[in-house]
């Protein structure tokens, strides 16, 4: 079974950190994807990776960045957390090719006071 | 731009009464329609890709098809542990082809 496991399940902080949401998958899949996804607003990409260091900007990349320096982890960073950055944050990976259904880990949820 | 409607936004159902949910979408040349389940506050867990219209698959009480404009998710006898949001996503191969696009889903009660 493929397996995407977050960081954390639940994350509280404040106006202006620095948060980084890790993320690893262990089905050695080329592609992963940070979404967030919101009420009323459905699940909204962030950014994506298509290799190692490869990285492209998604629908909202504003206000943040991400890494991915092995295969396997994809990192989020929120650069300096704002409110409006409270939301639940999916991971996804996806193989290339013909076949190109994501996995999704377990959610972050986050909230930023 | 691909889009992807999903209806109803949500439905009730006695346990044991069949339905379906429906996924409409526009798309510049599709390469696969995908659904999802999500439960509440967990990631979408991965049901069906469909490939191409006339195309079905099935798992335990689901049954998923494919024509050229939209999808059905098809429940039959639900029991009360189908109780989820049903999310439908397109790939094409249009312009940022790397992105699925995702509908807002169906949330789907079923009641003993």
């Known amino acids: 079974d493929v397996k995407v496991t977050q960081s954390s399940r639940y994350l509280v902080k404040r106006t202006g950190e620095k948060v980084f949401l890790e993320c690893v998958q262990d089905m050695d899949h080329e592609n992963m994807f940070w979404y967030r996804q919101d009420p009323g607003l459905g699940l909204r990409l962030i950014y994506f990776?298509?290799?190692?260091?490869?990285?492209e900007k998604g629908d909202i990349p504003e206000g943040y960045s991400v890494s991915r320096e092995k295969k396997e982890r994809f990192s989020l960073i929120l650069e300096s957390a704002s409110t409006n950055q409270t939301s639940m944050y999916l991971c996804?990976?996806?193989?290339?090719?013909?076949?190109?259904?994501?996995?999704f880990g377990p959610g972050t949820r986050l909230t930023v006071t | 731009e691909d889009q992807v409607t999903q209806s109803p936004e949500a439905l009730r159902l006695q346990e044991g009464e069949s339905s379906s949910l429906n996924c409409s979408y526009t798309v510049s040349g599709l390469r696969g329609l995908f659904w999802y389940r999500q439960d509440p506050g967990k990631g979408p867990e991965f049901l069906f890709t469909l490939y191409s219209a006339g195309e079905e698959k099935e798992k335990e009480r689901l049954k998923a098809t494919l024509t050229k404009k939209e999808s059905f998710l098809h429940i039959t006898a639900p029991k009360p542990e189908d109780s989820a949001t049903y999310l439908c996503a397109v790939w094409g191969s249009g312009a940022g082809s790397y992105q699925l696009t995702f509908g807002k889903g169906t949330k789907l009660s079923v009641i003993p």
């Open positions: 990776s298509y290799d190692v260091k490869m990285k």
């Open positions: 996804a990976s996806s193989p290339t090719g013909t076949s190109y259904e994501q996995y």
